[in-house]
């Protein structure tokens, strides 16, 4: 019935067209294909295990000895080298390529048997904030352990209760619960960003060539004549087409992606495809927006790369808006990304119910309108092309 | 080499570049505009002020010291206080904190008895900048409060308070955050970045136009130009580009570093010089992948969706040696994975020169492979010219 439709006659055409473009299939199958797996494999480990560290043990005593076992006992650290001299400190960064290095003074022992406190110098190859992070959590850690155990035994002999030795040593724990990402694996905690981030890009740059691209290529009369003159028609019928190619990768990032590198999705799948085809939805109608404004289809290409390249920086993921100058975290506001991004989040990560991402989805629907308002300005600017070329040819 | 050739392909890419909008607006705009807007993001370095949120069930005296503690600390910030738990749950799939410190009933009482007393902290871990944060001022506060406790045992068993302090805490970390002392974002990834923002407009401009030369059939023509003479074509085509990124290289140098507060602890010289290297075989590199395009639309778009596998693959953030063996190989054949390692060494590191003599040689030999690449493929483009010619002729 509906195949007379002029939509559906303008969606099948594009769909037709899209999967003949040599650059379409670059944009949707070879890029994604090449890039989310590469993406994937660089953090395919997980997280951060057995840092290389070296140790300058200038006691060499039984108490000195007992902290290196800690050292090697933890799991974020290996002890990888063992200097003998203070010189080798600073060439161990680069030389031995650890991350860090222990240092453990001489007299270790007799100090801390004669009450002398005594510092174990720790330096951290911080040019990595990564390695900097855990050697610091790490160090912390275990001199806490060995500080701890060394209280507890000149406690003892002092006449205390057993069951408040733990009070005095740590009267407060702290029980730590960790959502969202309790691994703190790099993959689960970066590919999903990633991949979302690319997935707009890739919608944004495909679509502001929706239009520019059918003049070029002088097949706008023919598309107009398919649609029966109706403008609207075209519109809808190239979105279609376009959201079922956003809705393609989306499903090779969800379905295949995801799965493949083990990333836990914990949100109401319905939840996250309404939300993801709204953020398809607002990058098509922007891209079109776009399209129709600029007919030099390379610069319309040029502002989308543009646009969209900083998106992740300025989403907030790996460094926070509120830590940006404020003509930042408007730019960072003035992304769809952003915005999807913190719904993204909620959704499959914190499985939050659909309410608490009504904020970001006004902000989304408020991009729909920018998107429409650049349609109906691309529409007015162009209707010599648009509505004019295209009658008069059919004459 | 013949330097009127080189010198005449040289204008004729000045022109082609003047003339190309988009080429000059990949070349000459973006870079500057990216500087100014990617750079300024982490202008303040590092986060502070992370909002937490605090349901406090005890409302004791101590409860409310620990957190006050809690707040003093320079990054943290209790924004919310919430009556229970579940309200401050809302809160944080609001995102509106990015944690909750949680203090049950009996808090104090427990401390009063010296008995150990539980805390909850519920941390989300979807970004971990705060999450880390979070965890380590709430961790810091716990010891101090453990040395307090301690220092009060031996002090209960007639031991003086400065002996009884030193007894509380036998062994201390004093960690010392080599290179970059405060351990922030900045100094951590702004050089890379302003490094990737080069490398990648120069890559999409140069794209652009040795995409358009083959589309138009203009790059035989060039070679032919050049007296076949792989050297002059490529400083010809190239030069342009090499002149106007090693200036940009200079205004990242000696502008763009002391304005975003940037050290260059090494030697200048070896930096200009090693980054003239860097450009120069990037420019084989790029030139030899894009001869592969005949539409500036597909070399733009390709070339666009290279930053982010690029960047992550030099092992910026994450380990090479953590990798899988085929990305090493792969990450061992990018120009800028030796150059950020030089880069860090030169500038946060300030290493002598002999500690980076491996990096040079390493981009040595990748411009070697480049040139050879090039080499092999000019050749072969003439080669297709000439079978062509033949069969029309």
Same mark, same amino acid.
């Given at each position: 019935?509906?195949?007379?439709?002029?939509?559906?006659?303008?969606?099948?055409?594009?769909?037709?067209?899209?999967?003949?473009?040599?650059?379409?299939?670059?944009?949707?199958?070879?890029?994604?294909?090449?890039?989310?797996?590469?993406?994937?494999?660089?953090?395919?480990?997980?997280?951060?295990?057995? #840092?290389?560290?070296? !140790?300058?043990?200038?006691?060499?005593?039984?108490?000195?000895?007992?902290?290196?076992?800690?050292?090697?006992?933890?799991?974020?650290?290996? #002890?990888?080298?063992? %200097?003998? *001299?203070?010189?080798?400190?600073?060439?161990?960064?680069?030389?031995?390529?650890?991350?860090?290095?222990?240092?453990?003074?001489?007299?270790?022992?007799?100090?801390?048997?004669?009450?002398?406190?005594?510092?174990?110098?720790?330096?951290?190859?911080?040019?990595?904030?990564?390695?900097?992070? @855990?050697?610091?959590?790490?160090?912390?850690?275990?001199?806490?352990?060995?500080?701890?155990?060394?209280?507890?035994?000149?406690?003892?002999? =002092?006449?205390?209760?057993?069951?408040?030795?733990?009070?005095?040593?740590?009267?407060?724990?702290?029980?730590?619960?960790?959502?969202?990402?309790?691994?703190?694996?790099?993959?689960?905690?970066?590919?999903?960003?990633?991949?979302?981030?690319?997935?707009?890009?890739?919608?944004?740059?495909?679509?502001?060539?929706?239009?520019?691209?059918?003049?070029?290529?002088?097949?706008?009369?023919?598309?107009?004549?398919?649609?029966?003159?109706?403008?609207?028609?075209?519109?809808?019928?190239?979105?279609?087409?376009?959201?079922?190619?956003?809705?393609?990768?989306?499903?090779?990032?969800?379905?295949? #992606?995801?799965?493949?590198?083990?990333?836990?999705?914990?949100?109401?799948?319905?939840?996250?495809?309404?939300?993801?085809?709204?953020?398809?939805?607002?990058?098509?109608?922007?891209?079109?927006?776009?399209? @129709?404004?600029?007919?030099?289809?390379?610069?319309?290409?040029?502002?989308?790369?543009?646009?969209?390249?900083?998106?992740?920086?300025?989403?907030?993921?790996?460094?926070?808006?509120?830590?940006?100058?404020?003509?930042?975290?408007?730019?960072?506001?003035?992304?769809?990304?952003?915005?999807?991004?913190?719904?993204?989040?909620?959704?499959?990560?914190?499985?939050?119910?659909?309410?608490?991402?009504?904020?970001?989805?006004?902000?989304?629907? =408020?991009?729909?309108?920018?998107?429409?308002?650049?349609?109906?300005?691309?529409?007015?600017?162009?209707?010599?092309?648009?509505?004019?070329?295209?009658?008069?040819?059919?004459? | 080499?013949?330097?009127?050739?080189?010198?005449?392909?040289?204008?004729?890419?000045?022109?082609?570049?003047?003339?190309?909008?988009? #080429?000059?607006?990949?070349?000459?705009?973006?870079?500057?505009?990216?500087?100014?807007?990617?750079?300024?993001?982490?202008?303040?370095?590092?986060?502070?002020?992370?909002?937490?949120?605090?349901?406090? %069930?005890?409302?004791?005296?101590?409860?409310?010291?620990?957190?006050?503690?809690?707040?003093?600390?320079?990054?943290?910030?209790?924004?919310?206080?919430?009556?229970?738990?579940?309200?401050?749950?809302?809160? %944080?799939?609001?995102?509106?904190?990015?944690?909750?410190?949680?203090?049950?009933?009996?808090?104090?009482?427990?401390?009063?008895?010296?008995?150990?007393?539980?805390?909850?902290?519920?941390?989300?871990?979807?970004?971990?900048?705060?999450?880390?944060?979070?965890?380590?001022?709430?961790?810091?506060?716990?010891?101090?409060?453990?040395?307090?406790?301690?220092?009060?045992?031996?002090?209960?068993?007639?031991?003086?308070?400065?002996?009884?302090?030193?007894?509380?805490?036998?062994?201390?970390?004093?960690?010392?955050?080599?290179?970059?002392?405060?351990?922030?974002?900045?100094?951590?990834?702004?050089?890379?970045?302003?490094?990737?923002?080069?490398?990648?407009?120069?890559?999409?401009?140069?794209?652009?136009?040795?995409? *358009?030369?083959?589309?138009?059939?203009?790059?035989?023509?060039?070679?032919?130009?050049?007296?076949?003479?792989?050297?002059?074509?490529?400083?010809?085509?190239?030069?342009?580009?090499?002149?106007?990124?090693?200036?940009?290289?200079?205004?990242?140098?000696?502008? !763009?570093?002391?304005?975003?507060?940037?050290?260059?602890?090494?030697?200048?010289?070896?930096?200009?010089?090693?980054?003239?290297?860097?450009?120069?075989?990037?420019?084989?590199?790029?030139?030899?992948?894009?001869?592969?395009?005949?539409?500036?639309?597909?070399?733009?778009?390709?070339?666009?969706?290279?930053?982010?596998?690029?960047?992550?693959?030099?092992?910026?953030?994450?380990?090479?040696?953590?990798?899988? %063996?085929?990305?090493?190989?792969?990450?061992?054949?990018?120009?800028?994975?030796?150059?950020?390692?030089?880069?860090?060494? !030169?500038?946060?590191?300030?290493?002598?020169?002999?500690?980076?003599?491996?990096?040079?040689?390493? @981009? =040595?030999?990748?411009?070697?492979?480049?040139?050879?690449?090039?080499?092999?493929?000019?050749?072969?483009?003439?080669?297709?010219?000439?079978?062509?010619?033949?069969?029309?002729?």
């Amino acid at each position: 019935m509906f195949k007379n439709w002029p939509i559906y006659q303008v969606f099948k055409k594009e769909m037709l067209r899209l999967a003949r473009q040599k650059s379409i299939r670059n944009l949707f199958v070879l890029i994604p294909l090449v890039v989310f797996f590469l993406l994937g494999s660089i953090y395919y480990k997980g997280s951060l295990r057995e #840092v290389s560290v070296a !140790v300058y043990d200038n006691d060499n005593s039984t108490l000195s000895r007992t902290y290196i076992r800690f050292l090697e006992s933890s799991p974020y650290l290996n #002890v990888t080298h063992y %200097l003998s *001299s203070k010189d080798a400190i600073e060439s161990a960064f680069i030389k031995n390529e650890v991350q860090g290095v222990f240092y453990i003074p001489k007299d270790f022992h007799k100090d801390i048997l004669k009450s002398v406190p005594v510092q174990v110098k720790i330096y951290t190859n911080s040019t990595n904030i990564v390695f900097g992070n @855990l050697l610091y959590k790490s160090a912390l850690e275990v001199t806490q352990a060995v500080s701890g155990a060394v209280v507890i035994k000149k406690i003892a002999p =002092l006449g205390i209760n057993p069951a408040k030795i733990m009070g005095t040593v740590l009267p407060i724990k702290i029980n730590t619960r960790v959502l969202g990402n309790p691994q703190y694996n790099y993959v689960y905690y970066l590919l999903p960003g990633l991949t979302t981030v690319l997935l707009q890009m890739i919608i944004f740059l495909a679509a502001s060539r929706a239009f520019n691209n059918e003049w070029k290529a002088e097949t706008y009369s023919q598309l107009y004549t398919t649609s029966k003159g109706n403008i609207l028609s075209i519109i809808l019928g190239k979105y279609f087409a376009f959201l079922v190619y956003g809705l393609g990768l989306s499903g090779l990032i969800f379905a295949i #992606v995801f799965p493949v590198f083990g990333i836990p999705i914990y949100g109401n799948i319905i939840h996250l495809l309404s939300l993801l085809v709204l953020f398809i939805s607002v990058n098509i109608l922007l891209g079109f927006g776009l399209s @129709l404004i600029v007919k030099n289809e390379i610069i319309a290409l040029d502002i989308a790369i543009f646009y969209n390249s900083p998106a992740f920086v300025f989403s907030g993921f790996t460094f926070p808006i509120w830590a940006m100058p404020w003509f930042n975290i408007m730019y960072a506001q003035a992304i769809p990304y952003t915005h999807f991004l913190t719904a993204f989040l909620k959704i499959y990560q914190l499985d939050t119910p659909l309410s608490f991402i009504w904020p970001e989805v006004w902000k989304l629907m =408020l991009f729909l309108i920018v998107g429409v308002l650049l349609i109906v300005t691309g529409l007015i600017i162009n209707r010599k092309h648009i509505f004019i070329t295209p009658k008069l040819a059919k004459v | 080499m013949n330097l009127s050739v080189i010198w005449k392909l040289f204008k004729k890419e000045a022109e082609l570049v003047q003339n190309d909008h988009s #080429v000059l607006l990949a070349l000459l705009v973006a870079p500057l505009l990216y500087f100014l807007l990617m750079g300024s993001t982490y202008i303040n370095k590092d986060e502070e002020q992370v909002s937490v949120g605090i349901v406090d %069930l005890d409302q004791t005296k101590s409860s409310k010291a620990f957190l006050n503690k809690v707040n003093a600390t320079q990054k943290i910030a209790i924004t919310k206080t919430y009556t229970n738990f579940l309200e401050a749950k809302c809160g %944080l799939n609001e995102f509106e904190i990015q944690g909750i410190i949680n203090i049950p009933n009996g808090f104090e009482k427990k401390l009063k008895k010296n008995e150990s007393s539980p805390i909850g902290l519920i941390l989300i871990n979807t970004k971990f900048l705060s999450s880390n944060d979070i965890n380590k001022a709430v961790n810091l506060v716990a010891i101090d409060y453990a040395l307090e406790a301690r220092q009060k045992f031996f002090e209960s068993k007639g031991i003086n308070p400065s002996f009884a302090k030193q007894k509380a805490n036998p062994i201390t970390a004093q960690v010392n955050a080599v290179y970059n002392p405060t351990n922030n974002y900045g100094n951590f990834l702004l050089p890379a970045l302003l490094i990737l923002i080069l490398h990648q407009t120069l890559l999409i401009g140069l794209s652009e136009s040795v995409s *358009s030369d083959r589309k138009n059939g203009l790059m035989t023509i060039g070679f032919e130009e050049s007296k076949n003479n792989v050297i002059n074509y490529i400083f010809g085509k190239t030069g342009f580009y090499l002149i106007l990124y090693t200036a940009y290289m200079l205004l990242t140098y000696f502008v !763009v570093f002391p304005f975003f507060d940037l050290p260059i602890k090494g030697s200048i010289f070896s930096l200009i010089i090693v980054s003239i290297l860097f450009l120069f075989t990037t420019l084989l590199y790029g030139w030899f992948v894009t001869s592969f395009f005949k539409s500036q639309v597909r070399a733009m778009e390709v070339m666009a969706f290279t930053s982010y596998p690029i960047f992550l693959i030099t092992g910026i953030t994450w380990s090479v040696s953590e990798m899988p %063996l085929f990305l090493q190989f792969i990450s061992n054949l990018i120009p800028l994975k030796p150059f950020f390692t030089f880069l860090k060494k !030169v500038t946060i590191m300030g290493v002598d020169s002999n500690l980076y003599y491996e990096e040079i040689i390493h @981009l =040595l030999i990748l411009l070697l492979i480049g040139y050879i690449a090039t080499f092999l493929r000019l050749n072969y483009l003439k080669k297709q010219r000439m079978t062509l010619k033949s069969v029309i002729k």
